[in-house]
């Protein structure tokens, strides 16, 4: 662990020395703010995770990056495995740049019966599927500059090669048009085929192949439904049961801006897919985290059936000041995996995310609140607690420098109030109280604290709010309401 530390902070510290020769930053500097257990990249930009795959027990994580800067720019899909979803091994870049473009969000799948024939039967390829865009035609006022192009790996994606026939999913002019999801659906007749889920502005397109690289259009959705406060990104379809045990499929998409607190966040429509068509079962508006700071978010695919569950991870930021966020040699970190699931409340269907329960395994020795406060004895942890029927709480963390955060429900509304949670002039939306409504009765909280973020989950994730913050010194204090009874808490730990 402390080798790890040691190495990773080594890097940074040389890999933000070549990228920026005037800056140099002491090791204390160049650290705060990194999270303990929340995935981060070694160095340099990250936004939206890809290419989520899992094979012979290795979760792939592929995350869009920029390593030359701390800020947003020519795309390219760095790579990590964790074989518990807790710690992750960084590996190269997979993808770069090429003619055809920077190198944006998307899938992969393991095409177990070499449907693509980039593999063979006996060694099938991992294929990623992703959007080109060509800066170049957009700068020259084209519309078509975003299209499809697939890669392909036989080595379990420690090295991949792209198809020289891209793109495969050319563009007929609608110039946001991305964020390519495929997933294997089983038609009607028993047979599979690939789905592609793409954002097309302000709809959905849904495109069907049998070989991953000859797209056909089934369908369209979404236009003037749901929310449209911004242009529709990085979307997901999901097949789920309902508590009742009745099929349905959800449909994930970030949208930015226009979310409920200002800027990016991801909603969810519940429906039917038959027959390549998405059909709503309502217009109802629905979030999948009432934060702040959860876009672009998506799921694993090939996950082992004894697994039977969808597990999802998000970019913990928001294009509002994702950019101008006061670390110093990288930016951005992911939520922690969480597991999605339907569940019903007054008769309406909602989705929950719950935190995935490899987490527990970082718990160190439970720490007992006594007279409902105490000290906290690192920057990450957990605090577990039942609210003994009583609706409403409220937890308060604070620092030797006077900064406090606060996490409560009163009336109904569910809020996180940063705004004296530390920095915060760096952008003028930042020092805000977030809230949320939750009309059912919050019976149980988990809350997870890390260096910069506050991820909280209330009913096993049945309402989820994720924040981050940039206190300048870590939580030092916690003190619970009287209506918190039993409150645990687990400093965390990647053993
Ligand atoms: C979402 C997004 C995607 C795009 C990627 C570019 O955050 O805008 O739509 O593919 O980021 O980095």
Same mark, same amino acid.
């Given at each position: 662990?402390?080798?790890?530390?040691?190495?990773?902070?080594?890097?940074?510290?040389?890999?933000? *020395?070549?990228?920026?020769?005037?800056?140099?930053?002491?090791?204390?500097?160049?650290?705060?703010?990194?999270?303990?257990?929340?995935?981060?990249?070694?160095?340099?930009?990250?936004?939206?995770?890809?290419?989520?795959?899992?094979?012979?027990?290795?979760?792939?994580?592929?995350?869009?990056?920029?390593?030359?800067?701390?800020?947003?720019?020519?795309?390219?899909?760095?790579?990590?495995?964790? !074989?518990d979803?807790?710690s992750?091994?960084?590996?190269?870049?997979?993808?770069?740049?090429?003619?055809?473009?920077?190198?944006?969000?998307?899938?992969?799948?393991y095409?177990a019966?070499?449907?693509?024939?980039?593999?063979?039967?006996?060694?099938?390829?991992?294929v990623?599927?992703?959007?080109?865009?060509?800066?170049?035609?957009e !700068?020259?006022?084209?519309?078509?500059?975003?299209?499809?192009?697939?890669?392909?790996?036989?080595?379990?994606?420690?090295?991949?090669?792209k198809?020289?026939?891209?793109?495969?999913?050319p563009?007929?002019?609608?110039?946001?048009?991305?964020?390519?999801?495929?997933?294997?659906?089983?038609? +009607?007749?028993?047979?599979?085929?690939?789905?592609?889920?793409?954002?097309?502005?302000?709809?959905?397109?849904?495109f069907?192949?049998?070989?991953?690289?000859?797209w056909?259009?089934?369908?369209?959705?979404?236009?003037?439904?749901?929310?449209?406060?911004?242009v529709?990104? *990085?979307?997901?379809?999901?097949?789920?049961?309902?508590?009742?045990?009745? =099929?349905?499929?959800?449909?994930?998409?970030?949208?930015?801006?226009?979310?409920?607190?200002?800027?990016s966040?991801?909603?969810?429509?519940?429906?039917?897919?038959?027959?390549?068509?998405?059909?709503?079962?309502?217009?109802?508006?629905?979030?999948?985290?009432?934060?702040?700071?959860?876009?672009?978010?998506?799921t694993?695919?090939?996950?082992?059936?004894?697994?039977?569950?969808?597990?999802?991870?998000?970019?913990?930021?928001?294009?509002?000041?994702?950019?101008?966020?006061?670390?110093?040699?990288?930016?951005?970190?992911?939520?922690?995996?969480?597991?999605?699931?339907?569940?019903?409340?007054?008769?309406?269907?909602?989705?929950?995310?719950?935190?995935?329960?490899?987490?527990?395994?970082?718990?160190?020795?439970?720490?007992?609140?006594?007279?409902?406060?105490?000290?906290?004895?690192?920057?990450?942890?957990?605090?577990?607690?039942?609210?003994?029927?009583?609706?409403?709480?409220?937890?308060?963390?604070?620092? =030797?420098?006077g900064?406090?955060?606060?996490?409560?429900?009163?009336?109904?509304?569910?809020?996180?109030?940063?705004?004296?949670?530390?920095?915060?002039?760096?952008?003028?939306?930042?020092?805000?109280?977030?809230? +949320?409504?939750?009309?059912?009765?919050?019976? =149980?909280?988990?809350?997870?604290?890390?260096?910069?973020s506050?991820?909280?989950?209330?009913?096993?994730?049945?309402?989820?709010?994720?924040?981050?913050?940039?206190?300048?010194?870590?939580?030092?204090?916690?003190?619970?309401?009287?209506?918190?009874?039993?409150?645990?808490?687990?400093?965390?730990?990647?053993?």
């Amino acid at each position: 662990m402390l080798k790890n530390f040691f190495s990773i902070g080594f890097l940074t510290l040389i890999l933000s *020395c070549q990228s920026n020769p005037e800056v140099v930053f002491t090791p204390s500097e160049s650290e705060q703010f990194r999270p303990d257990y929340h995935f981060t990249p070694p160095a340099g930009w990250m936004n939206d995770p890809n290419g989520l795959v899992y094979l012979d027990g290795e979760y792939h994580l592929f995350y869009q990056h920029y390593p030359d800067s701390t800020v947003w720019g020519p795309m390219h899909w760095g790579h990590a495995v964790s !074989k518990d979803l807790v710690s992750w091994e960084h590996l190269p870049i997979a993808i770069a740049p090429d003619s055809l473009g920077y190198i944006f969000s998307g899938s992969a799948v393991y095409d177990a019966e070499n449907t693509s024939g980039l593999g063979t039967a006996e060694n099938p390829p991992l294929v990623a599927i992703y959007t080109y865009h060509d800066a170049g035609g957009e !700068k020259s006022g084209k519309s078509d500059f975003q299209t499809q192009g697939i890669a392909s790996s036989i080595d379990k994606g420690r090295t991949w090669v792209k198809y020289d026939g891209n793109p495969v999913l050319p563009n007929q002019g609608i110039r946001d048009f991305r964020d390519p999801k495929v997933s294997q659906i089983t038609q +009607a007749d028993g047979s599979k085929t690939w789905v592609m889920t793409l954002a097309a502005q302000d709809r959905i397109q849904f495109f069907k192949s049998g070989d991953l690289k000859n797209w056909t259009m089934l369908s369209e959705f979404g236009q003037g439904i749901g929310a449209h406060g911004g242009v529709w990104e *990085c979307p997901d379809l999901l097949p789920f049961k309902t508590p009742s045990g009745e =099929e349905k499929f959800v449909l994930l998409v970030s949208i930015n801006p226009g979310g409920p607190q200002k800027g990016s966040a991801t909603q969810y429509f519940i429906g039917n897919f038959d027959n390549g068509t998405f059909t709503p079962d309502d217009t109802m508006i629905r979030w999948i985290d009432y934060g702040p700071d959860n876009y672009a978010g998506v799921t694993w695919s090939n996950l082992p059936k004894e697994q039977d569950r969808t597990l999802f991870i998000g970019w913990m930021s928001n294009w509002l000041y994702s950019q101008v966020v006061p670390t110093k040699t990288w930016r951005s970190a992911l939520t922690v995996p969480r597991e999605l699931s339907l569940f019903e409340v007054n008769g309406t269907l909602l989705l929950k995310s719950a935190p995935a329960p490899e987490l527990e395994k970082m718990r160190a020795d439970e720490i007992e609140i006594k007279d409902r406060t105490s000290n906290l004895p690192s920057q990450a942890f957990e605090i577990l607690a039942d609210l003994g029927g009583s609706d409403s709480f409220s937890v308060l963390f604070s620092n =030797e420098d006077g900064e406090k955060l606060l996490i409560m429900k009163d009336q109904g509304l569910v809020s996180i109030d940063r705004t004296l949670a530390g920095k915060s002039d760096f952008q003028e939306d930042f020092a805000t109280v977030h809230s +949320a409504p939750m009309s059912w009765e919050a019976k =149980e909280i988990r809350i997870f604290l890390d260096a910069s973020s506050v991820e909280l989950f209330v009913n096993d994730g049945e309402l989820v709010m994720t924040s981050i913050l940039f206190p300048n010194r870590p939580w030092k204090i916690v003190e619970v309401s009287e209506s918190i009874s039993d409150p645990k808490i687990y400093p965390l730990k990647i053993k």
